[in-house]
C-alpha cells in the first residue's frame, strides 16, 4: 500500500496511516464483542459495564491504569478448551501470559494444567495450590536451583531445550534419586507468524533442538539412555498470534515422523505430544480468529492421519495456549490527561500509563483498538494515536484508532485484549506503578494483583 498519499485531517472520513487503510467504524459508540470480554456491553442508556458493574464506577474504586479482568469470561475459555479437547489430550495454560494466584486458582477449578517458565512462576503455581504433577517446567535455559527445585517437588513434566539441558536435569534427577519425566522440545522448520507460515530450512533461533541434521534424534538417543530421565515425548511450539493452522500441520507431520524414526531405531513409541501454543486472537475487528474445538478437531485429524500412516498408535495430544484464553479477557482502562492535534497528521491523546503496562505494540507493533467508555459520544471520529507518559516518543499504546473529537481530559477510554502479555511485561520504567488487576464477574470486582506503590519501589531501593 503506498505510502505517498498525504495522510488525511483528522476527520476526513477514510485516511492513509503508515500502510494500513483505515476507515473510522460505523458507530464509535459500538463496542466489537470480538476484541471485548465477553461480559462488556454498553447499554441503552449508553453506559458501559463488565460483570455488570460500570466502568466510571471501577475508575472510582480501584483507580486508573488498571486493568479489569472478566473472571467469567476466563473460566469459560478454560472450559472450552478443556472441552474441546477431552479425555485424551492435555490442556497447559501458559503462566507467562498472565499469572496470579487467583489465575492458579481458576486453572485448577477448570481442570487445566499449567506452564511456567521460571521460578517465579513456579512459586506462584505451588503457592496457590496447583499440583506438582500438573505442572510442565519450561525455558532454554534453567537455573540449576530452578531445575533442583522443579525436580524435588515432582513437576509432572521438564521441556528439555538443548543437549547441556539433557545431561543437567538427568544428573540432579539422579542425584536426588529420582526419574524426572521429560520432553524434548524440538523446531521443526515452521515459524508461524498471524496469518502466514513460513518454512525455513535452518533454525535461526534459540529455543529447541532442530529435526534438520539429526540433531533431535541425537537428542533423544542421549535421553533414552539417562537413568534419571523419562523420556515422554516430544515438544514443538512454532510461534505466537497464528490463525493459519498450517503450520501446525507441517509441525504435526514432523514430529510423528520423529516419532517413526525413534520407533525404528529404538523400538519405543514415545507416548506423547506437545504441539505447543500461540494461537491468535482477535485484537482489532479484522481479526478472524478460530474457536477451540475448531483447532481440537484440526490438531487431533492431523496427528491421527500421521500416525496411521507412520504405523504409530496416536500419542496423547497436550496444547499450551496463554493468549487465546487469558488475552481477550481483559481491558485497560486509562484516564486521557492531554490531547495536541497535529495539523493534518492526527491528534495524540495521552493517558496516564503507557509502555509501562503495555510494552507490546513497542516491541512487536501490536495493534490495538480503544473506545472512549466513560460515556457516548456523537461527534465526528478523529484519528488519534494514544500515547504513555513515559520518556519514549516510542511509547505508543495505541497506533491507530479513531476516537470520537469532542475528546476531553478526563474521559476514561479503554483498550481491549490485554489480558496477556501486559501486566506479565510490566516495568517500573520512570518509576511507574504498575497497575493492579481487577477481577470482575457477576457484580463483584475485586483486586487479584494490587496497584504497586511508591513504598514498594523504595523497598527495593536499600543504598
Ligand atoms: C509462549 C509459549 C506458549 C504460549 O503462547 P501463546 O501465544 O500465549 O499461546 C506456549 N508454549 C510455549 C513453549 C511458549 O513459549
Redesign the pocket.
Known amino acids: 500500500m503506498s505510502r505517498s498519499a498525504h495522510p488525511a485531517g483528522p476527520r476526513h472520513a477514510d485516511v492513509m496511516t503508515e500502510g494500513h487503510y483505515t476507515a473510522p467504524p460505523a458507530d464509535l459508540n459500538a463496542l466489537d464483542g470480538k476484541v471485548w470480554a465477553r461480559t462488556v456491553t454498553r447499554d441503552e442508556g449508553g453506559t458501559v459495564t463488565v460483570g455488570g458493574i460500570e466502568v466510571t464506577r471501577l475508575a472510582e474504586e480501584f483507580g486508573t491504569p488498571a486493568y479489569f479482568l472478566d473472571e467469567s469470561d476466563f473460566r469459560a475459555r478454560c472450559r472450552a478448551w478443556a472441552d474441546a479437547f477431552g479425555r485424551d489430550a492435555d490442556v497447559f495454560y501458559?503462566g507467562?501470559?498472565f499469572l496470579s494466584r487467583a489465575v492458579v486458582r481458576w486453572l485448577q477449578e477448570e481442570g487445566l494444567n499449567l506452564?511456567v517458565?521460571s521460578g517465579g512462576e513456579l512459586t506462584t503455581a505451588l503457592d496457590a495450590g496447583m499440583p506438582a504433577e500438573r505442572i510442565a517446567f519450561?525455558g532454554n535455559n534453567k537455573t540449576v536451583a530452578e531445575i533442583e527445585r522443579a525436580v524435588t517437588v515432582g513437576v509432572g513434566r521438564i521441556v528439555l531445550d538443548s543437549f547441556q539441558e539433557i545431561a543437567r536435569v538427568a544428573h540432579i534427577a539422579q542425584r536426588l534419586g529420582k526419574r524426572q519425566r521429560v520432553q524434548i522440545r524440538v523446531t521443526v522448520g515452521v515459524e508461524a507468524h498471524t496469518h502466514e507460515f513460513i518454512a525455513t530450512a535452518h533454525e535461526d533461533q534459540k529455543f529447541g533442538i532442530a529435526l534438520a541434521g539429526g540433531q533431535a534424534a541425537e537428542a533423544v538417543r542421549r535421553a533414552l539412555t539417562l537413568d534419571g530421565l523419562e523420556l515422554t515425548g516430544i515438544h514443538s511450539?512454532i510461534g505466537?498470534?497464528i490463525f493459519d493452522m498450517a503450520g501446525f500441520e507441517v509441525s504435526a507431520r514432523r514430529v510423528v515422523q520423529l516419532l517413526a524414526e525413534v520407533r525404528d531405531e529404538h523400538g519405543v513409541e514415545l507416548p506423547e505430544i506437545d504441539l505447543?501454543?500461540?494461537?491468535g486472537i482477535a485484537y482489532t475487528s479484522e481479526d478472524d480468529p478460530r474457536e477451540p474445538h475448531e483447532i481440537a478437531k484440526a490438531l487431533g485429524d492431523i496427528v491421527t492421519r500421521e500416525c496411521e500412516a507412520a504405523g504409530l498408535a496416536t500419542p496423547r495430544i497436550s496444547v499450551?495456549?496463554?493468549?487465546?484464553i487469558v488475552g481477550p479477557t481483559a481491558f485497560t482502562l486509562y484516564e486521557v490527561g492531554t490531547i495536541k492535534p497535529l495539523e493534518g497528521l492526527r491528534t495524540y491523546v495521552s493517558v496516564d500509563g503507557g509502555m509501562s503496562d503495555n510494552i507490546r505494540t513497542a516491541l512487536y507493533d501490536a495493534e490495538y483498538t480503544v473506545a472512549l467508555v466513560s460515556r457516548t459520544s456523537d461527534a465526528e471520529p478523529m484519528l488519534v494515536r494514544v500515547v504513555g507518559k513515559h520518556c519514549e516518543s516510542g511509547d505508543i499504546v495505541v497506533k491507530d484508532a479513531f476516537l470520537p473529537s469532542d475528546l476531553a481530559p478526563g474521559d476514561l477510554i479503554a483498550v481491549p485484549a490485554t489480558g496477556?502479555y501486559c501486566r506479565s511485561m510490566a516495568s517500573n520504567y520512570n518509576h511507574a506503578l504498575r497497575p493492579p488487576v481487577v477481577a470482575v464477574r457477576d457484580g463483584g470486582a475485586r483486586v487479584i494483583v494490587r496497584r504497586e506503590t511508591e513504598e514498594d519501589l523504595l523497598r527495593l531501593d536499600v543504598g
Not at 276 to 279: A, E, I, P, S, V
Not at 320 to 324: C, D, I, N
Request: charge should be neutral; charged fraction near 20%; hydrophobic fraction near 25%.
Open positions: 501458559a507467562k501470559a506452564d517458565c519450561h511450539h505466537s498470534q505447543g501454543g500461540g494461537l499450551e495456549p496463554g493468549r487465546a496477556a
